[in-house]
């Protein structure tokens, strides 16, 4: 079966780094996302990795490892608008997204 | 309009009832697709649509239909409501079906009793 984890929740403080890490086991694969969602809104793209290797853009990174199964997404410089779950989705053979649960980060001031 | 747009907002349907949630976009996307969103589980893909006139079943389909008339509209109809629907439906579009981003729209939360 297709499978995506990632921590449920995490607290980090302000202006502190905060690295979520994601799994998968996936049925093909044509790449990793990464959302943003605020409670009660939609999810909104932060980052799409294809290829092995760290992405940069501003404060947020994103790490894939293809043989590992394997991507973080780190923030740095956190500020308290980060707060918001955070959504590891991979791209399957049929071009469809397969969707963790979402990491629920909480920062404190 | 600037995106995608739902409606309606919010709806509380009694089961048994027919319901249509609406999803529009002004993108020229190709691609549409419709989400269930339901707490402590990943967005699941309910059916799609890669370009205007084809629809295809994601991962949970059954008690909705899609239709694909024209780029822009991409409604979704639950024919019978039942309790177990009750959750947050999210519309989304690319341009393009591999490695293009996803844009959601607002979001529909529908309460069925």
């Known amino acids: 079966g297709q499978n995506i984890d990632q921590p449920t929740e995490m607290t980090a403080t302000e202006g502190a780094i905060v690295q979520i890490n994601c799994t998968y086991q996936?049925?093909?694969?044509?790449?990793l996302f990464w959302y943003q969602q605020h409670a009660g809104e939609a999810p909104t793209f932060l980052s799409y990795?294809?290829l092995d290797g760290l992405e940069e853009k501003g404060r947020f990174s994103s790490f894939l490892s293809r043989s590992k199964g394997y991507s973080y997404l780190l923030l740095k410089e956190l500020q308290m608008k980060d707060s918001a779950s955070y959504l590891c989705a991979v791209m399957d053979s049929n071009y469809q997204l397969i969707w963790g649960a979402g990491t629920k980060l909480i920062i404190k001031p | 309009i600037a995106g995608i747009t739902q409606a309606p907002t919010s709806q509380i349907l009694a089961a048994g009832r027919r319901m249509t949630l609406r999803c529009t976009q002004d993108m020229r996307h190709n691609a549409m697709y419709w989400y269930r969103q339901d707490l402590g589980l990943g967005l699941r893909l309910i059916h799609y649509s890669n370009t205007a006139g084809t629809t295809g079943k994601g991962e949970v389909p059954d008690g909705y239909s899609v239709s694909r008339a024209n780029t822009d509209d991409f409604p979704l109809t639950l024919a019978s409501a039942v309790p177990s629907q009750t959750s947050v439906y999210f519309c989304?579009?690319?341009?393009?079906?591999?490695?293009?981003?996803?844009?959601f729209g607002p979001g529909t939360r529908l309460t069925v009793l």
């Open positions: 989304a579009s690319s341009d393009g079906i591999q490695g293009n981003e996803q844009f």
């Open positions: 990795n294809v």
């Open positions: 996936t049925s093909g694969f044509n790449g």
